[in-house]
Nanobody, 116 residues
Framework: QVQLVEAGGGLVQPGGSLRLSCAVS????????VGWYRQAPGKQRELVAR????????NYANFVKGRFTISRDNAKNAAYLQMNNLQPEDTAVYYC?????????WGQGTQVTVSS
């Protein structure tokens, strides 16, 4: 059974930082790319960034603008999203995603709220 569990969200002031983590079990984690997505209230889920199975970041969204960094640790079966200089518009539920064949697996999400 494939499971993804996000953690690390919370309330942060504008300009602050958070580091999200995604713990994965049930698959050979090192074989698969991982994506981070987010969904703000009333908006569609959107891609934030992806990291290849080998650890190369790809597909950073334009709104990242060098503020976010995606990474992974295959020895720990985990992926990360370091978010710096957070702004109110970054408020959303953040999800990690793995595509296994034609099936997409998602975690439950972690809430990030940026507010003063």
């Amino acid at each position: 059974q494939v499971q993804l569990v996000e953690a690390g969200g919370g309330l942060v002031q504008p300009g602050g930082s958070l580091r999200l983590s995604c713990a994965v079990s049930g698959i050979m984690f090192s074989n698969y790319a991982v994506g981070w997505y987010r969904q703000a209230p009333g908006k569609q889920r959107e891609l934030v960034a992806r990291v290849t199975a080998g650890g190369k970041p790809t597909n950073y969204a334009n709104f990242v603008k060098g503020r976010f960094t995606i990474s992974r640790d295959n020895a720990k079966n985990a992926a990360y999203l370091q978010m710096n200089n957070l702004q109110p518009e970054d408020t959303a539920v953040y999800y990690c995603n793995i595509l296994v064949g034609s099936r997409a697996y998602w975690g439950q999400g972690t809430q990030v709220t940026v507010s003063s």
